[in-house]
């Protein structure tokens, strides 16, 4: 924790998955702001908020789908009632890879609400939260297929594309009352385990192109820190070895 300093401030996380958003949740509890973190499997939190408070930090594990209002209502709420909200990021991927004639409207609906919808009720609640003191951060994760679909991503470039349009949308209404919105295009694999495995299954032994989740942590930090007359609204990250 940054100087052993606890803010009186809290960070929700919507997504807090194992990789990108726990490394979120590690760089702004190590900056001392309260952590709340969601994700459907809220029990799979344990050993990240153990990480988290053994470092002196604090943290706070729900089980949230964020696909219900309500449940995205109460956590942000109680996020703001426990300290006041000054960050809230989402982070939800749904990523699946279907030819067209294969994405049923079961697939294509439940990605929709998953990678959009979802996004659209935490920024709303967020967005409650936070204009009555004319201040605050709301993030979104966005992917290679949030600016472009590709073959067998019909159903996910197209969520995609609208959490992108609810994050510009609320950047232009909310950025004149003091809330920075920003939208990340994170355009690359993320290093994780299951990602190294099926390198190692196809014989592969090293791969430039995969992003460390810390340093994507890194990013919406930075973001974080940018003052008002300098904001950024998109920001594409990749490693220097990726092709685009």
């Known amino acids: 924790m940054a100087d052993g300093i606890q803010r009186n401030a809290s960070v929700a996380i919507v997504g807090a998955g194992d990789y990108i958003g726990a490394a979120i949740a590690r760089r702004f509890a190590a900056e001392g702001y309260l952590l709340f973190m969601g994700r459907r499997n809220g029990e799979k939190l344990g050993p990240l908020k153990a990480e988290i408070e053994a470092a002196g930090g604090r943290a706070v594990a729900c089980t949230l789908d964020a696909r219900e209002e309500d449940q995205v209502t109460a956590f942000i709420s109680q996020a703001e009632a426990a300290a006041p909200l000054e960050a809230v990021i989402f982070n939800i991927g749904a990523n699946v890879n279907f030819p067209l004639l294969e994405t049923t409207s ?49 159903a996910f470039a197209s969520a995609k594309f609208g959490n992108r349009a609810v994050a510009q949308a609320a950047a232009r209404e909310l950025g004149p009352k003091g809330i920075h919105v920003a939208h990340l295009v994170i355009d690359s694999g993320v290093d994780t385990e299951w990602v190294r495995q099926r390198m190692a299954d196809a014989g592969i032994l090293e791969d430039r192109t995969l992003m460390n989740p810390a340093s994507v942590a890194e990013t919406y930090w930075q973001l974080h820190q940018q003052p008002a007359d300098a904001w950024t609204f998109e920001t594409e ?8």
């Open 237 to 244: 990250i990749r490693p220097s070895a990726e092709p685009w």
């Open 106 to 154: 079961r697939v294509f609906r439940k990605v929709w609400e998953l990678a959009c919808f979802s996004g659209f009720l935490t920024a709303r609640e967020a967005a409650r939260a936070m204009l009555p003191r004319g201040k605050g951060s709301i993030f979104f994760t966005g992917a290679t297929a949030s600016m472009r679909g590709g073959s067998g991503y019909a």
